[in-house]
């Protein structure tokens, strides 16, 4: 049966994502469109691409996960270097060799621009910091005098999975200026309402993965220190748009993920524990699709 997908953000937990597409696709389910953010908008975008959850998985065991995280190069000590680069470059990493790894595995199946996918199968939230705004890619391009057919997919992932402060965010330069873009999760972690809308029809079922627990299930916030004080004022600014638009009726189309133990920028997860998070995403699928009436 063919449905529409929508996968959440949430760093490294992204492997989850992983382990439920599998379970998802053992149902015989496949995707038409799919959408998603940060690294909700890679899985989307593999599968938008062609690949299985197997081969997903992987590509990305193939890599050393640390390679992508390019600081610049400087001659000056490194204490004082990291301090001063994340002032004015506003990240610690450079984002450019995640940026060529997502374009090559992309470029493999023949996808390099919208273009080279059916129109609407693939959507991607971005945050646009200079304007204030939350933007859909390829949609809202031509707001900034660009032809969505023609703009890179592996920019735009680049660009929703620009995480403040971690990644330099993306400069889109334009006729009307500079714009700094982000981290599409600062606004809209989870863009579900892109595919389900109230009092519109559906044309197929749509189905979402979310890298956390329900509300009702939400763990609190322990915040003892300014590190934590940014990590809750971080969670909260991500999740409060998505938790308004999420009711009990589109509750019942949502995986829920919780990997609370996983700090989304914690890069340097062991095998064990990227296996871990594998099998946790086929389990909460496993349990969420044995009872899903669409």
């Known amino acids: 049966m063919n449905i529409d997908g929508v996968f959440s953000g ?10 439920a597409c599998e379970e998802i696709e053992k149902r015989g389910l496949k995707f038409v469109r799919v959408a998603g953010t940060s690294a909700g908008s890679i899985i989307a975008a593999l599968i938008a691409a ?12 193939d890599i050393n996960i640390s390679d992508m995280l390019d600081a610049r190069k400087t001659f000056l000590p490194l204490k004082i270097t990291k301090w001063l680069l994340l002032y004015w470059r506003m990240g610690l990493y450079k984002g450019n060799a995640f940026e060529a790894w997502i374009k090559e595995v992309l470029a493999e199946r023949g996808v390099r621009t919208f273009s080279d996918l059916p129109p609407n199968t693939l959507r991607i939230v971005v945050s646009d910091l200079s304007n204030g705004r939350m933007i859909i890619l390829p949609d809202d391009l031509v707001k900034y005098g660009i032809s969505p057919g023609s703009f890179p997919i592996s920019k735009a992932i680049r660009m929703s999975c620009s995480i403040p402060y971690f990644f330099e965010p993306v400069k889109l330069r334009t006729k009307n200026g500079v714009n700094i873009l982000v981290d599409g999760g600062v606004l809209s972690n989870f863009p579900m309402w892109l595919f389900d809308k109230e009092n519109i029809k559906k044309v197929r079922p749509v189905l979402g993965i979310k890298l956390s627990s329900n509300e009702l ?6 915040i003892n220190n300014a590190i934590e004080l940014f990590g809750a004022l971080f969670e909260t600014m991500k999740d409060a748009h998505d938790a308004r638009y999420i009711s009990r009726k589109h509750e019942k189309n949502i995986i829920f993920i919780p990997a609370d133990g996983v700090v989304p920028i914690d890069f340097h997860l062991t095998n064990e524990k990227k296996k871990e998070l594998i099998e946790l995403g086929k389990k909460h699928a496993r349990l969420f699709l044995n009872k899903w009436c669409y």
């Open 10 to 19: 949430g760093g490294i937990k992204g492997y989850a994502l992983i382990g």
């Open 217 to 222: 299930e939400h763990e609190k916030h322990k």
């Open 50 to 61: 062609g690949y299985t959850s197997k081969e997903i998985y992987q590509l990305i065991d």
